[in-house]
């Protein structure tokens, strides 16, 4: 089975500020991938950023940029230079890699707000 | 391309009516999922399908059907709806190449259906 855990319901973060969003999970399988979503208020999921268990370098996209911390068990996601519009809910989420294990699993998310 | 479309958007229902909400993508992807999403609780499976004319049970499947006749789309039922079951319903689909690789999920813009 698999779990993700985010502990920060809400974050108050000033613009232009760099923020940390946490994500920690719990899975028995060899390999699996890691992701983050953003649902602005308009309700839409949008992809930001992927990770592999066994990709030698943290993921980066743009300012997203995901701390990967196997051994912890942890892949928080950094949002450098944070701006209004990064105001939204983030979820992490993660599925197994391998056919068979087809399930993407959603943490609870955090509401992010960027104040000006 | 569409991407993936969910019909309808809005949705009011009296208790013990049935509904079905129609998922389809227009990208060829091999799997389909469905999800509902609650305050506070994330995103959960309710069912998916990794082929045209298969479905499997997710984490929270009593009380919806699915079927998917055709590869491009992915049918979700309520028999007799719930209040239990107000909530806003989103779709997925990725394709997927070999083990192994990461494939993106593409969500569609979800469905907010209310059972008084």
């Known amino acids: 089975a698999q779990k993700i855990t985010q502990t920060q319901p809400g974050m108050f973060v000033q613009e232009k500020e760099a923020v940390t969003l946490d994500c920690t999970y719990d899975?028995?399988?060899?390999?699996?991938?890691l992701f983050w979503y953003k649902q602005p208020s308009s309700g839409e999921m949008i992809f930001l950023i992927y990770q592999g268990s066994y990709d030698q370098q943290n993921a980066t996209e743009g300012r997203y940029s995901l701390n990967f911390q196997k051994a912890r068990k942890s892949a928080n996601l950094v949002i450098s230079a944070s701006q209004l519009g990064d105001s939204a809910m983030y979820f992490c989420?993660?599925?197994?890699?391998?056919?068979?294990?087809?399930?993407?699993?959603f943490g609870t998310g955090t509401r992010l707000t960027i104040i000006p | 391309n569409a991407g993936v479309t969910q019909t309808p958007k809005f949705r009011v229902l009296k208790t013990g009516q049935s509904m079905t909400l129609l998922c389809a993508q227009d990208?060829?992807?091999?799997?389909m999922y469905w999800y509902r999403q609650d305050p506070g609780m994330g995103l959960r499976l309710i069912h998916y399908s990794v082929g045209e004319g298969t479905t499997a049970k997710g984490e929270v499947p009593d009380g919806y059907n699915v079927s998917r006749l055709k590869k491009q789309n992915f049918l979700l039922g309520l028999e007799s709806a719930a209040p239990s079951q107000t909530s806003v319903y989103f779709c997925a689909s990725r394709q997927t190449r070999t083990s192994g690789s990461m494939d993106e999920q593409f969500f569609g813009p979800g469905t907010r259906l209310t059972v008084l």
């Open positions: 989420a993660m599925r197994g890699v391998y056919f068979g294990n087809e399930k993407l699993t």
């Open positions: 990208m060829n992807h091999e799997y």
């Open positions: 899975t028995s399988d060899p390999s699996y991938g």
